[in-house]
């Protein structure tokens, strides 16, 4: 089972309580082995559409195709054809096997429709199920097969955060997007979600003690083992005074769209919008202050124009022009966002010394080192009070 997607019941949400895993194994592979044309052949047979251009997308576990097609359809459930295309994923085989993950991840989708927030929508097949199952064929032997999901979702047109360049305004429209997607779950609910969480919950930052070997440097192991550690003793004991509520699990530079503004508004703008958020797989019930951590995290390894821990005070200002933060979680965030990097290292690390081919699972690697490590030597009071500063400039324009 791959550490990207595990789950477990929580019975105390005020405790730390600990997914007692399985832990995807050396040699086990979860991934999906998607030949030449399969994807072709699955979008005419189950979805009635006629692929005529398929470019492969990043992937943690799953694969995942940008299919474009002919203009009509054989579809009676698909009215009109999307001219941007769509997306096709192909679900990992843990994922397989729990197909109710991939109905709750419609209804959350939906939900943030409900609030004004962009997603993707899901695509029935010509059956009219919005999850399909489809047996592929294995390069092991003849008759070898591997049974996968499959699912069908609109294409959202726009550049994901990682290919553009970031500034402080766009920090600023990232932190009043994620109070939007925090408000426009306050009134969710679906029972999946009641007994379901994942290794990469940052409730589960204590179980990174079973894959730190993976970092073999000693300043590196040094800094991870001091912010799990704090995490353990300063966040996770105050649970049952933090704020409760539905997160997206996983805001990173990879899940957030954004669009060029002179694109949607006809200026000559070169800033960027907010163009839409992907990826639902670790959407979980726990804590607002979790996806904001991620949401730093994440953003501070695309500061590349200005100092990456200037990042949370850009972040708070436009978070806190749609939502209060209560102090105990302000002074929370910087461990958080830590914790967050911390997991995204190791757990980057583990996956990869599983599968050295795919170089995906070391994009946080790329420059988040350098930005713990800078984050973590900063005293917490120096960084707060970088960040109020920022937070009053704002107020002042």
């Keep these: ?24 194994q050396p040699g086990e592979v979860i991934a999906p082995e998607v030949a030449d044309g399969l994807v072709e052949k699955i979008a005419e047979e189950i979805y009635g559409l006629k692929v005529v251009k398929c470019k492969q997308l990043n992937g943690y576990d799953d694969k995942n195709y940008h299919i474009r097609v002919a203009p ?20 990992n085989t843990m994922d397989t096997k729990r197909p109710e993950i991939l109905y709750a991840q419609i209804e959350f989708m939906k939900q943030l429709q409900k609030g004004g927030i962009v997603t993707q929508e899901p695509v029935p097949t010509v059956k009219g199920e919005n999850v399909a199952f489809y047996q592929f064929p294995l390069p092991t032997g003849e008759g070898d097969v ?84 704090q ?16 997160i997206h699990g996983d805001p990173n530079e990879q899940n957030i ?31 607002p ?32 022009s749609v939502l209060d933060l209560p102090e105990l979680e302000l002074s ?19 996956n990869h010394s599983l599968d050295p081919t795919n170089e995906y699972l070391l994009t946080t690697a790329q420059r988040g080192w350098h930005v713990l490590h800078a984050l973590w030597d900063t005293p917490a009071d120096s960084l707060h009070q970088m960040w109020a500063n920022i937070q009053q400039s704002y107020d002042k324009k």
């Design 1 to 24: 089972m791959s550490t990207k997607d595990q789950n477990f019941n929580e019975k105390d949400e005020g405790k730390n309580s600990v997914a007692e895993a399985v832990i995807q």
């Design 72 to 91: 009509t359809s054989s579809n009676a459930h698909v009215k009109t054809v999307n001219p941007e295309g769509y997306v096709m994923k192909v679900v």
């Design 146 to 229: 591997k049974t996968h999901a499959v699912c069908l979702r609109t294409f959202i047109p726009g550049q994901i955060l990682y290919d553009v360049t970031l500034t402080r305004d766009l920090c600023y429209k990232l932190g009043h997007f994620q109070a939007s997607m925090t408000k426009a779950l306050e009134d969710f609910s679906y029972p999946f979600y009641d007994t379901f969480d994942c290794l990469w919950s940052l409730n589960n930052i204590p179980k990174l003690k079973e894959f730190v070997h993976v970092i073999t440097d000693v300043r590196d192991r040094r800094v991870v083992d001091d912010v799990i550690d």
């Design 231 to 246: 995490f353990t003793t300063a966040v996770l004991p105050r649970r049952s005074e933090i704020r409760a509520g539905f």
């Design 257 to 287: 769209l954004v669009k060029r503004n002179a694109d949607v508004t006809g200026s000559d703008s070169d800033e960027y919008v907010i163009a839409g958020v992907l990826d639902f797989q670790d959407a979980a019930r726990t804590h």
């Design 289 to 320: 202050l979790y996806d904001l951590g991620m949401l730093v995290a994440y953003t501070m390894l695309q500061a590349k124009t200005f100092d990456p821990l200037e990042v949370g005070g850009h972040i708070l200002a436009g978070y806190r």
């Design 332 to 350: 929370l965030l910087r461990v958080t966002v830590a914790g967050r990097l911390v997991q995204s290292l190791v757990l980057g690390a583990y």
